[in-house]
């Protein structure tokens, strides 16, 4: 129904062509600025209502189980929520106004877009159980070791000062009578947030929508196949700025593969997109500074670049 409303607004009242380049980025922009905007505000709703039930200090408990616990659980927590690398940035904002490590934020943050429900039915049929099955604990790990590397760094400073956990402990303890005092708090925190970030949603999917627009497949996929053993990074620092939806990047990888480029190249290129755009980048600048940005966009970068080495490996054993 949204892309039905979206193809009327762009054909109808903007009067652009849908078959036309143009056309197509300027439908790719508005569906997606109202997606995102509509679940950042859903979500945060939500999330605020739940939080209520949830005493600050027992969220903590969870996500800060010793022995690296809490990195695990937030990246099964990622991967049960069927969200892109846009979308998860609400629930990290909620993760870390509550107080619970950057680390493991960060552990979430990156396996969230990489892992979902639709991408699994998606790998499923295109690739089988055995490939299936070792994405999706790759991706764990990904998200696992990259939330612990950063957290090993510290870099609590370079949070902006409205989610600097070092500087704001936590906020304080609530008291919820009724269940309207509850969404009263969700809405509130829906709001509050969502003013703080609509503009970086819109410059965000902006620059997405040009790149997913402009950049032809047959370019990239040119590029992967003639690059021999460096084909997996160069496939990832393609992937790392572009922007699009799992259900979009699955048929590409599996275009990739069938096409003779080595599977860790396609899943690698799959996992840069998924996890890491240069939307998301300039979304998170609300929330973190520069430095903090690079780290993460590096170790997470870093960390898919041996992940798709690896498949490339295991291929053999994988495919038969």
């Not at 009242?13 to 997606?32: H, K, M, P, Q, W």
């Not at 991706?139 to 400073?157: K, N, T, Y």
């Not at 080595?262 to 973190?288: D, H, K, N, Q």
Request: with cysteine; net charge positive; proline share 5%.
């Amino acid at each position: 129904m949204l892309l039905n409303f979206v193809h009327w607004i762009v054909q109808d009242i903007l009067r652009f062509d849908l078959a036309s380049r143009i056309g197509e980025t300027v439908a790719f922009f508005i569906y997606d600025v109202i997606k995102i905007n509509a679940l950042l505000v859903a979500l945060i709703f939500v999330l605020g209502i739940v939080r209520s039930f949830i005493p600050q200090d027992r969220m903590k408990r969870w996500l800060t189980l010793p022995g690296g616990l809490g990195y695990f659980v937030a990246a099964l927590f990622g991967a049960v929520t069927p969200f892109c690398s846009c979308s998860s940035i609400p629930i990290f904002m909620t993760l870390l106004k509550a107080g619970v490590p950057l680390g493991v934020t960060f552990a979430f943050l990156v396996t969230s877009p990489v892992i979902n429900e639709y991408l699994v039915v998606l790998m499923l049929g295109f690739f089988g159980w055995k490939i299936t099955l070792a994405y999706v604990v790759s991706g764990i790990l990904i998200g696992v070791v990259s939330g612990a590397v950063i957290g090993r760094f510290r870099m609590e400073r370079f949070l902006t000062d409205d989610f600097n956990v070092e500087a704001v402990p936590g906020e304080p303890a609530r008291s919820f009578p009724n269940m309207m005092s509850r969404v009263s708090y969700g809405w509130g925190e829906a709001v509050t947030i969502f003013k703080q970030v609509w503009l970086w949603v819109i410059v965000g999917v902006g620059v997405g929508a040009f790149i997913h627009n402009y950049v032809p497949q047959e370019t990239v996929d040119a590029l992967v196949r003639s690059t021999g053993i460096f084909s997996v990074p160069l496939a990832v620092l393609i992937g790392v700025p572009l922007y699009g939806s799992c259900a979009a990047i699955v048929p590409v990888a599996v275009v990739f593969f069938q096409k003779g480029v080595p599977l860790g190249t396609a899943l690698a290129f799959m996992m840069a997109i998924s996890a890491l755009s240069l939307p998301e980048a300039i979304l998170l600048r609300r929330v973190m500074k520069l430095p903090l940005i690079l780290v993460f966009f590096c170790v997470t970068t870093l960390a898919i670049i041996i992940t798709g080495y690896l498949f490339n490996a295991l291929q053999p054993f994988l495919t038969i």
